[in-house]
């Protein structure tokens, strides 16, 4: 019979683990006093003529001209300029502060297109980061929060629930069509969520730290199936094993192996029940022969039985 092979067809590590983007998620204001009040114009125009990233400036061409919500267009009688310490802001301001339509463009070449409310950025907004990254969604104080899609220069992209600028809960889809559904915590699957990989292999369970940990349910593309504890990414605990053949495995798993008491059932209906160690049968143990209809006690080595207990 031989180990089983469960390590998740080797592929059971995610094929690209999420990093948390913050280019601009700090504190925007640190207003220096340079201030100046210009005549009309649109924001859009005033993008072209100041953005000087060229990265960014051709990403920001290539997208749909930026809806100001609540208003027909970006046109406005008059704008100002504030220098601020994380770059600079173009747009609507009460007394020094961004109140309104406007748009800054960060110190590292990013570019945040929105709405301010007393100095932070509240409602909607789109972001194109100096790295090829863009969001578009929703703001509360400066921070995502609320729905908003993020695209990942390397081909991920989020769409979902935001909370203080980190994922929360929602739908993550990889350059290869694998996607994640579920809920994180601290940019890292956490919590109830299903991963589908492209080949049809699909886990459904609980996550810690981008690893399956707890209970979950896996079902691999030739049809395996593994239903019971995980821990760290790897089978651990009491679980079942299925296989399409019909042989069966119930019992305790450690570290991706059949290791402790178990039950295992083959198709023609004998069946072992005992000890294993590292995925081989080890130790004491009854075997079950359904065409005798006999039970044997027995002990093993290693997987190789070493003598019967009744001879």
Known sequence: MGSMSCACDNNIEDPIVYQSQSLHDSKILDLNTNTSSLLATNLSTLVKRELTNT???????????????????????????????????????????????????????????????????????????????????????????????QKYFDGRVYQGLWENSELYEGKEIFPDNSEYNGTFKNGKREGQGV?????????????????????????????RIYDGMWSEGKLH?????????????????????????GKYFWPNGNAYDGQWYKGKKHGSGNVYIKAKNQHYKGQWLNGTRIKWSDS
Request: proline share 3%; with cysteine; net charge positive.
């Open 55 to 149: 990265t960014t400036l051709s990403i920001w061409s290539n997208l749909p001209r930026y809806s100001y919500p609540d208003f027909n267009s970006d046109e406005m009688t008059k704008y100002s300029k504030l220098i601020l310490k994380s770059g600079l802001y173009f747009g609507e301001a009460s007394f020094d502060t961004p109140q309104g339509r406007g748009f800054i463009i960060y110190n590292d070449g990013s570019l945040l297109e929105g709405t301010w409310k007393e100095g932070k950025v509240t409602g909607k907004a789109r972001v194109v980061y100096s790295n090829k990254s863009t969001y578009e969604g929703e703001y509360l104080s400066d921070q995502k929060n609320g729905y908003g899609i």
């Open 195 to 223: 991963f589908i990989w492209n080949n049809g292999a699909r886990y459904t369970g609980s996550f810690i730290n981008d690893k399956f940990h707890g209970e979950g349910l896996y079902v691999w593309s030739d049809k």
């Open 237 to 261: 605990g009491k679980g079942r094993f299925i296989w399409p053949d019909g042989r069966k495995y119930i019992g305790e798993f450690c570290n991706d192996y059949r290791h402790g008491l």
